[in-house]
């Protein structure tokens, strides 16, 4: 395999999924890069380790986990964090990124990214555990923010000062998800512009971009619609206010075939250009 250990700070990816394989490696679609579900591909050999090998001679990929669970209590999983490593060695992702969130406690997985409070022994305790992955791993970490539902009582600061601290203090990066913030917003009564304005941007290398479910009063990230004009006017502020960053478009339910993704993407381009534009101008 080639070496892709660097990726231009723009550009514009898709998540790989299963549905494509084929169609990506047969038609080699105007695509800057793919992402990965880092834990389908754990294991060696078999179908996903077969066609990713076959994008991964054409293309530059970056791993996203779900399993991560920085924010728990429980310590660490080396046994996930040794296959992990194992699959970055295999991949040589440009980039290595999960969630800022627990997904289970006393070892358990409930299978969710579950927010955090946002406390001064919370913003510790992540912080800390950050810097020791990043130094089992051997590189920066991006952490992304997930969709919430709730809140805490005991939380003394906003989600994106949160957000924001845990990079300074751990030194990581920041994977800025536009429709959880639309999202959250929406739920929890926020200006998501203001979120986003809050954002290092020096520590912001990644996007993602995403459609949600109407639930009642509530939003649901559920990544099985086309992005809503809402979300891609909020994408068009996020790059007036951090510049060109790397953009990628999240589908895992009611897939459609490729070429209705890379024409989505082809809009995330048009509107990134015209926001980066105005921003000169």
């Not at 550009?11 to 695509?31: A, I, K, M, N």
């Not at 090998?53 to 080396?78: C, F, K, T, W």
């Not at 994106?160 to 536009?178: G, S």
């Not at 959880?180 to 203001?194: E, Q």
């Amino acid at each position: 395999m080639g070496t892709y250990n660097s990726l231009p700070a723009a550009g514009f990816g898709l998540g790989l999924r299963r549905q494509h394989y084929r169609d990506v490696v047969e038609t080699q679609p105007r695509v800057d890069w793919f992402e990965i579900i880092s834990e389908n591909y754990m294991e060696a050999g078999g179908r996903p380790r077969y066609y990713l090998e076959q994008v991964r001679a054409h293309y530059p990929v970056v791993m996203h986990g779900v399993s991560l669970s920085i924010g728990s209590v429980d310590p660490l999983n080396y046994d996930y964090l040794h296959k992990l490593r194992d699959l970055a060695a295999f991949v040589e992702p440009a980039r290595i990124s999960d969630h800022l969130c627990w997904t289970g406690v006393d070892h358990t997985n409930l299978h969710d990214l579950l927010p955090l409070p946002y406390t001064e022994e919370a913003l510790q305790h992540v912080a800390g555990r950050v810097s020791q992955v990043q130094e089992f791993l051997g590189r920066r970490l991006l952490l992304e923010n997930v969709s919430s539902y709730l809140s805490y009582a005991e939380s003394e600061m906003t989600e994106w000062d949160f957000l924001a601290e845990v990079a300074t203090r751990a030194d990581c990066h920041i994977l800025l998800d536009v429709n959880n913030v639309y999202v959250s917003a929406h739920n929890h009564g926020f200006d998501p512009r203001r979120y986003i304005k809050a954002m290092p941007a020096a520590r912001v290398q990644q996007i993602h971009l995403a459609g949600h479910s109407v639930a009642g009063a509530h939003l649901i990230d559920t990544h099985d619609a086309a992005i809503v004009d809402p979300v891609w006017d909020l994408y068009a502020y996020a790059v007036g206010q951090l510049g060109a960053v790397a953009t990628m478009i999240e589908r895992d339910d009611n897939i459609p075939p490729l070429a209705a993704l890379v024409q989505e993407l082809a809009l995330a381009r048009r509107i990134a250009a015209d926001a980066s534009h105005e921003c000169v101008a």
